[in-house]
């Protein structure tokens, strides 16, 4: 049997002869956690079964910078620094693997070209939320947003921010803030509607030419600026030249953002599946850092999953606690359900009394690579936020993306999630929503909390994970079975 062909680029380190994710994960966690908890990090290092032990890590991870701001910011850097220094970037195959940072001393070939196209439609000029088959807006998107709060599916605070972008249409255009958006073709991803708003976007996605056919037919559809990335001279069948990888070509990438004029802001929406996530948000993560250093006036943007740990608010903890106490429906089976799967089914989402609760919505599906990859940019926005950044981090709504849905189990947990109050948001009205977030957050700054974990908080869309009343993994498996004769339809 022949070899699998050596990774290059940003890649995962060797252990014993063999990229090991896992011996990475114990090894970042474990960074994150030294300063703070030695005890915890000495635990995530001697997890010998990662795949099936990541989940306590994870939750640890938050549950160790509760205690103060310092203890927070702490974690976040020396994750970031434990990430950065572990990982490795090899030019050809057969060459030694390398720090990180020797991606941005690797041959850069010609500089790339930029191509902007011009929508030929009209912009957009007031805050249109696509929602089942209709179109809200004015008051209908007032009436929207209220159900949403009052069914615990979305914070007041997210409520709160979408009406004011609503009240200020003139900010959808973002004038002046050319919006680079790194994994251009993500279905979460605020690229078609800021273009529909006649915004500037600049766009990075691998150079394959079925993204770039739908990004361009996005362009041309739409009020705003596409601006792309071109290697070579030619701009003949665009979508067959444009495109760059950010994993083997991170230089050329850097270089050709830093000269992206106005006030610009880095919006990371990439995703890949397995090792390969982990690889590509590291990669934009060393961009990141080289960015914010020449461009001190560059603003950030992230997606947080909501299946993922967070500190919640006291007033979502007592709603949840409430909501246990009157449970219906199923709510009903809950005594029996509990005896018979030993406490393990249908647990109260919090303790009672007990703040800020810990929202515990990670998915052992997804899998540790993805829960490193997504932390990993909560703990960007969380350092540069400290460093004085602009950052847009929003807690987005579960999402009925490609990605998700090709998982068979995930795709019946969220076919029968809406037993249990969650709400699993279609593609257009997230990306959309998410989009309005951004600008309220480039216009308005958010308010300082005192500890990270309430900045992550604000505005968060989180379909109604923080204020059901069960945990989420002691419902998962009777959504799946509730959900398996809807999914297969």
């Known amino acids: 049997m022949s070899e699998a062909p050596q990774a290059t680029g940003v890649v995962i380190p060797t252990v014993d002869g063999a990229p090991s994710t896992s011996a990475l994960g114990r090894g970042v966690v474990a960074d994150a956690l030294r300063s703070v908890h030695p005890e915890w990090a000495r635990d995530a290092e001697t997890t010998t079964d990662w795949r099936g032990g990541y989940l306590r890590h ?39 693997e390398q720090p990180l940072d020797a991606a941005f001393d690797a041959p850069a070939g010609a500089p790339l070209r930029t191509v902007t196209v011009t929508g030929s439609g009209e912009a957009r000029r007031d805050l249109v939320v696509p929602y089942r088959g209709d179109r809200l807006h004015g008051e209908s998107l007032d009436r929207q947003l209220d159900r949403w709060v009052d069914g615990g599916v979305i914070e007041r605070s997210c409520a709160e921010a979408v009406r004011t972008v609503a009240a200020n249409p003139d900010w959808l255009a973002l004038r002046g803030r050319p919006v680079v958006v790194l994994g251009a073709g993500a279905e979460m991803g605020p690229l078609t509607a800021l273009l529909r708003w006649g915004a500037d976007v ?32 030619d701009d003949a069948d665009l979508a067959q030249r444009a495109g760059a990888d950010l994993l083997h070509d991170l230089r050329r990438v850097t270089d050709w953002l830093g000269d992206v004029g106005g006030a610009p802001v880095l919006g990371n929406y990439v ?115 400290a460093a004085g950044a602009t950052v847009s981090l929003t807690v987005a709504p579960a999402t009925r993306t490609r990605s998700v849905l090709k998982n068979r189990l995930l795709a019946a947990a969220y076919a029968g999630a809406h037993r249990f109050g969650i709400e699993i948001f279609e593609p257009a009205t997230s990306n959309t929503l998410m989009a309005a977030l951004l600008v309220h957050d480039l216009h308005v700054p958010r308010p300082a909390g005192t500890h990270p974990w309430q900045e992550e908080a604000y505005a968060a869309a989180h379909g109604g994970l923080w204020r059901q009343a069960y945990t989420p993994r002691s419902a998962l498996g009777i959504a799946v079975l509730l959900g398996i004769g809807a999914a297969r339809g």
Do not use: C
């Not at 037919?217 to 009020?223: C, K, L, S, V």
């Not at 060393?286 to 993922?308: C, K």
């Open 202 to 233: 600049v766009a990075v996605d691998l150079p394959r030419p079925a993204i770039w056919q739908r990004l361009l037919e996005t362009a041309h559809r739409g009020g705003g600026r596409l601006h792309v990335p071109v290697a070579g001279g």
């Open 58 to 96: 994870f939750r640890r991870l938050v549950e160790a910078g509760l205690p103060s701001r310092e203890a927070a910011l702490t974690v976040a850097a020396d994750g970031l620094t434990g990430l950065r220094s572990r990982m490795r970037h090899r030019h050809r195959p057969g060459d030694a």
């Open 271 to 385: 995703y890949a599946d397995g090792p390969l996530n982990v690889r590509v948000a590291t990669a934009v993560d060393a961009l990141t850092v080289r960015l914010r250093a020449a461009r001190p006036d560059l603003a950030l943007a992230f997606l947080a999953t909501p299946t993922d740990v967070f500190a919640v608010p006291d007033d979502a903890v007592e709603e949840a606690v409430r909501r246990y106490a009157t449970a219906t429906g199923i709510g009903r089976l809950r005594r029996p359900l509990r005896a018979l799967s030993g406490g393990r089914l249908l647990a109260p989402n919090y303790p009672a009394g007990r703040y800020p609760g810990i929202n515990d919505s990670l998915v052992p599906q997804q899998g540790p690579n993805y829960a490193l990859a997504k932390r990993l940019q909560r703990w960007r926005a969380a350092h540069e936020r």
